[in-house]
T-cell receptor, first 109, second 116 residues
Framework: GQNIDQPTEMTATEGAIVQINCTYQTSGFNGLFWYQQHAGEAPTFLSYNVLDGLEEKGRFSSFLSRSKGYSYLLLKELQMKDSASYLCAVRNAGNMLTFGGGTRLMVKP | ETGVTQSPTHLIKTRGQQVTLRCSSQSGHNTVSWYQQALGQGPQFIFQYYREEENGRGNFPPRFSGLQFPNYSSELNVNALELDDSALYLC???????????????FGAGSRLTVL
């Protein structure tokens, strides 16, 4: 089976940096995804890691360590619009995703 | 390119009724997946359809069923509705399973079902 853990809530200040951690235990691994979801909206794709290391995309970076079953999403220069839920998901060989419970990030002025 | 569209956006049913939710996949995508998202939780995988056949299923009972049509659109049917079925139902489309690379799932905005 799959088990994915991430913090339920986090709070950070506008302009700061925040790191959202995700740990996973899976029976099969074919990549890890991060999605952003604003309340009442569709999850939107942020990043994808399949090999160990850091992937950077503008203000967002994601890191993966397969041996430790660990990933994090790093958000820099936080903006108010970054207030949302961040979903960590592990993919199996059939392109099916198992999601964690999501981390609700609140950005304060 | 058009994204994933779902209908209806909101609906209310009573316990024991049946519901059909619809999804049109993103242009160029031939695989559709359905997820159930309870309030405050992450999405849970229901099933995936590829080439009009169920290609994988999560831990959901048989009263959850689906279809995929030749134009790659899809339906999710839920029979004998229960109160716990109240959730946001998300449809996602992608390229074929096993496609190399990210093969990102593109999600629709969902259908919010309330069961009374």
């Amino acid at each position: 089976g799959q088990n994915i853990d991430q913090p339920t809530e986090m709070t950070a200040t506008e302009g700061a940096i925040v790191q959202i951690n995700c740990t996973y235990q899976t029976s099969g691994f074919n990549g890890l995804f991060w999605y952003q979801q604003h309340a009442g909206e569709a999850p939107t794709f942020l990043s994808y890691n399949v090999l160990d290391g850091l992937e950077e995309k503008g203000r967002f970076s994601s890191f993966l360590s397969r041996s430790k079953g660990y990933s994090y999403l790093l958000l820099k220069e936080l903006q108010m619009k970054d207030s949302a839920s961040y979903l960590c998901a592990v993919r199996n060989a059939g392109n099916m995703l198992t999601f964690g419970g999501g981390t609700r990030l609140m950005v304060k002025p | 390119e058009t994204g994933v569209t779902q209908s209806p956006t909101h609906l209310i049913k009573t316990r024991g009724q049946q519901v059909t939710l619809r999804c049109s996949s993103q242009s160029g995508h031939n695989t559709v997946s359905w997820y159930q998202q309870a309030l405050g939780q992450g999405p849970q995988f229901i099933f995936q359809y590829y080439r009009e056949e169920e290609n994988g299923r999560g831990n959901f009972p048989p009263r959850f069923s689906g279809l995929q049509f030749p134009n790659y659109s899809s339906e999710l049917n839920v029979n004998a509705l229960e109160l716990d079925d109240s959730a946001l139902y998300l449809c996602a489309s992608s390229l074929a399973p096993g496609f190399s690379g990210a093969n990102v799932l593109t999600f629709g905005a969902g259908s919010r079902l309330t069961v009374l």
